[in-house]
């Protein structure tokens, strides 16, 4: 299994640059990674830095979020709030840098939540021409755009695969496909096998948790494995994102247990 480890959310026990150091530490290859940088334009050295980290420790980077706003303040994205409309589209030739460099392919847009005083239908019309820029912009390194479907935020219009797919389908880009994310499909009430069924060949990348309580695989009750065979069986050929909240020193018991029972 070719698994990459989100060190936005795990490993936070270590300042956020020895976190990939630490995944390698850990057997895994590759890591991902929401907006690492408090700006959409962080300094050179900032992005050296980070870059950095990256190289040093030996990992791929395999997934980077565009900047989604005050993620900690409730924040999710960019993409559909017209007053940020410039800030996300100076943030996309930051992204494609790093992507270009590191050899990363995969760039996430979180939707954005829904605004009071904007209607649904400008919220709209902005992600989808954001999204098309997007797409437009790391085509020219082989690159895709993920809409991702989010639970747990009270604004956040995306909740099923559908939804992210209606949006998709509005832009006419080939290479914006959807972010399967497991557990915010599961907790959002969707029927996740059929979208496996469904979609799996055209998913741009998977993303695991357990529920409930978004802990390591095991901590809860969704058929993880069985979902990740079949997606596989049905063509999916990427990485799976290991996006859950676990402390540091036991992350990844769960996987050195499945090495064992193999």
């Given at each position: ?61 395999t997934g980077l979020n565009f900047n989604a706003g005050n993620m900690p303040g409730g ?31 995969a760039f996430n847009a979180l939707y954005g939540n829904r605004i009071d005083g904007v ?60 972010l399967a994310d497991f557990y915010h499909l599961a907790v959002n009430g969707d029927d ?71």
């Amino acid at each position: 299994m070719t698994y990459t480890v989100n060190c936005s959310i795990l490993l936070t026990e270590l300042p956020l640059l020895e976190r990939p150091a630490a995944a390698k530490k850990a057997g895994f290859d590759a890591v991902e990674f929401w907006w690492p940088f408090e700006t959409s334009t962080p300094s050179e050295a900032d992005l050296q830095a980070f870059e950095s980290a990256i190289t040093n420790a030996g990992v791929q980077l395999t997934g980077l979020n565009f900047n989604a706003g005050n993620m900690p303040g409730g924040d999710r994205g960019l993409v559909s709030w017209p007053e940020q409309q410039d800030e996300f589209r100076a943030n996309v030739p930051v992204v494609v840098g790093i992507g270009e460099r590191l050899g990363c392919k995969a760039f996430n847009a979180l939707y954005g939540n829904r605004i009071d005083g904007v209607s649904a239908e400008e919220q709209d019309a902005v992600a989808v021409g954001n999204l098309a820029f997007a797409a437009e912009a790391v085509a020219a390194i082989g690159g895709v755009v993920l809409v991702e479907p989010v639970s747990g935020a009270e604004k956040y219009p995306l909740l099923t695969a559908q939804d992210a797919l209606n949006v998709i389908a509005k832009t006419g880009r080939s290479n914006i496909k959807l972010l399967a994310d497991f557990y915010h499909l599961a907790v959002n009430g969707d029927d996740v096998a059929q979208v496996i069924e469904n979609h799996a060949k055209d998913f741009g990348h998977i993303q695991i948790a357990d529920a409930p309580g978004r802990g390591a695989p095991g901590s809860g009750n969704l058929p993880l494995g069985e979902w990740i065979s079949r997606s596989r069986e049905l063509g999916y050929e990427g990485y799976i994102g290991l996006e859950y909240k676990e402390p540091a020193d036991t992350a990844f018991n769960w996987a050195i247990r499945e090495h064992a029972s193999r």
